[in-house]
């Protein structure tokens, strides 16, 4: 974006606005109507929130990605050009899932999260063989983690189990702890 002229760089974002948000309603239309049981309860938006926030570590990793190639932001209009619309579509893909796919969104969220933790231990070892500065691992990880929460949300998503969440064959996975209070 350097030495473009400033009236470009907002038409540029104004067009990235506008294009992101009408991809996300797309997507969210795409759905259908929600169930009764499913527009009462917040697994939908737990799940939108949930993509927003891959999004958002996405939106890290290309970041630090382009830094890494010589590409720096020189300002914030540069990081909205690509950040916006990943924030909508992710957004958008998770309130879809939660909408549509409820049976899916436990399995998504674990294999994206497990994606997530392969994917910067990963990068932190490839970013320090690839890169001699003390940021190498760092921006490794970054970059590792964003891949690896694409791929295990992606693969979490696909071999996730269907049916019905009410069938009583499947147990809900448990987890409790104690907390011991003085009083």
């Known amino acids: 974006m350097y030495g473009v002229p400033a009236h470009m760089r907002r038409e540029n974002s104004r067009y990235a606005i506008r294009a992101s948000v009408t991809l996300a309603l797309s997507l969210v239309a795409l759905c259908g109507s929600p169930k ?8 939908a938006l737990a799940a939108g ?6 999004g958002v570590w996405w ?3 290309i970041a ?11 300002e914030i209009d540069d990081i909205f050009s690509y950040a916006l619309p990943v924030g909508a579509v992710s957004f958008g893909a ?4 939660g909408l549509s ?17 392969v994917g910067f231990a990963v990068g932190w070892v490839v970013g320090d063989a690839i890169w001699e500065d003390p940021a190498g691992p760092w921006a490794g990880s970054v970059i590792g983690a964003g891949v ?27 987890l409790g702890f104690t907390l011991p209070l003085p009083w």
């Open 49 to 54: 929130a949930a993509g927003l926030g891959a």
């Open 36 to 43: 009764p049981a499913t527009a009462q309860n917040l697994e």
């Open 94 to 97: 998770g309130l879809a899932l």
């Open 148 to 174: 690896g929460l694409l791929a295990g949300s992606l693969t979490g998503f696909l071999l996730a189990e269907t049916g019905s969440v009410e069938d009583e064959s499947r147990s809900p996975l448990t």
């Open 101 to 117: 796919e409820e049976e899916r969104v436990g399995e998504t969220l674990l294999g994206g999260a497990v994606g997530w933790g």
């Open 59 to 61: 939106t890290m990793s």
């Open 64 to 74: 630090s990605a382009r830094a890494r190639s010589g590409t720096v932001l020189y």
